[in-house]
C-alpha cells in the first residue's frame, strides 16, 4: 500500500469569506478549506452550528491575529422555526422532548412574544454549546447525559422580527451582539407563545464589518484549487478588510521601525485602538494610543 502524500503548508494571509454548508461544523469547514489553501495557519471568527448555513469568516497566517475581534462583532441572521416541537438542542438536529398544540396566532399575538426578546436581554444558552463548563464542552456533557445547571447571560439583540408566518412555521431576521444564541431565542419566543418551538433553518447573513459579503462555497473553493493556488489566493481579502471600523495611523519609516521593535512612538491621534500602516500602505500592528500621545503595537503583523 502506498504511503499518502504529506501536504507541504505554505504561507497565506488573507481572509476567506466561506458560505458554509449545512451539516458541517465550523472546524470541519475550516479545516476543508485550509487543506484546499495548503495554509500553514489558520483560525475561524466564532462558531456556526452545523445546521446553520452562511458567512463563516476564515483567518489565514497572519490574519488569524485579529479573528478575536471579529468574533466579538454584530451579526445577523435568517431564521425560520417550527412551532409545537421542543427539542433538546432547541434545534432540527435535536432530540424532541415535547409536542403541544399551536394555538390560533395572528401577526399582533406573534410581535408581542418577539417585543421582550429585543434589546438587553438576559438569556440562557442552549446545552448542546460549545460554551465550556469546568474546562469540558456543555455538549460533551449533554451528550453523557449529565444534568447541567445554565445561567443566564446579558446579550443584546438588535433586531428579531417576523418575516413570514405559514401555519405552524415562521420565518424570522435576527441581527444580535456576540454570545446570542438564535436557538435560544427561538426556543424563548416558543415559550412565549405557549406552544414551544425549534430552528429548522438558520443562515448567517453578514457580520461586521462585512455587510455585504460575496461569499465562497466549499464547491467554489474545489473549482479553484484546480487551477492552482493563484487562483485561490485571488479569493482572498486583505487583513485591512477585518479592521476597516479602526482609524489608520501613517508613519513615517524611523517610526515604523521603531513600533515594529515593540518601541512606542509619538503620534498626533484620539486615544484608542488604531491600526499603523507604512507610507507604502503596508500594514504594521493593531495599536493603542494613550492619552499621553504614544502609540503602542498590540498585535504586530510580520508580512514582509
Not at 463563516?56 to 454584530?74: N, R
Not at 443566564?152 to 441581527?175: A, I, K, N
Request: proline share 5%.
Amino acid at each position: 500500500m502506498g504511503r499518502t502524500a504529506k501536504t507541504r503548508w505554505r504561507d497565506v494571509h488573507g481572509i476567506l469569506l466561506l458560505d458554509k454548508p449545512e451539516g458541517l461544523s465550523s472546524n470541519q469547514a475550516l479545516q476543508k478549506a485550509r487543506h484546499l489553501f495548503r495554509a500553514a495557519k489558520g483560525g475561524h471568527t466564532g462558531s456556526l452550528d452545523p445546521l446553520a448555513t452562511g458567512l463563516l469568516p476564515l483567518c489565514f497566517g497572519e490574519a488569524t491575529k485579529i479573528a478575536g475581534m471579529l468574533i466579538g462583532s454584530s451579526k445577523a441572521y435568517v431564521t425560520e422555526c417550527l412551532l409545537g416541537v421542543s427539542t433538546d438542542s432547541a434545534d432540527a438536529h435535536g432530540k424532541v422532548i415535547e409536542t403541544r398544540p399551536v394555538p390560533a396566532l395572528d401577526v399582533a399575538m406573534i410581535e408581542r412574544a418577539l417585543s421582550p426578546l429585543r434589546g438587553s436581554i438576559q438569556q440562557v444558552p442552549p446545552i448542546y454549546s460549545a460554551l465550556k463548563r469546568d474546562g469540558e464542552r456543555l455538549y460533551a456533557l449533554a451528550r453523557r447525559g449529565e444534568s447541567v445547571e445554565i445561567e443566564s447571560r446579558p446579550v443584546e439583540v438588535h433586531r428579531f422580527d417576523l418575516l413570514e408566518h405559514h401555519g405552524d412555521r415562521l420565518r424570522l431576521q435576527v441581527e444580535c451582539g456576540s454570545g446570542t444564541y438564535v436557538r435560544s431565542l427561538v426556543r424563548d419566543l416558543g415559550e412565549a407563545l405557549g406552544c414551544g418551538a425549534h430552528v429548522t433553518l438558520l443562515r448567517r447573513l453578514w457580520i461586521e464589518p462585512f455587510r455585504s459579503p460575496k461569499m465562497t462555497t466549499l464547491d467554489e473553493l474545489d473549482a479553484a484549487a484546480a487551477g492552482g493556488t493563484g487562483a485561490l489566493d485571488d479569493l482572498l481579502l486583505p487583513i485591512e478588510a477585518g479592521l476597516t471600523s479602526y482609524p489608520v495611523v501613517v508613519l513615517d519609516e524611523a517610526a515604523a521601525a521603531k513600533l515594529r521593535q515593540g518601541q512606542p512612538v509619538q503620534v498626533s491621534c484620539e486615544p484608542g485602538i488604531c491600526v499603523a500602516k507604512t507610507q507604502s500602505g503596508q500594514l504594521l500592528a493593531i495599536a493603542e494610543t494613550g492619552t499621553d500621545g504614544l502609540l503602542r503595537p498590540v498585535r504586530g503583523f510580520n508580512l514582509d
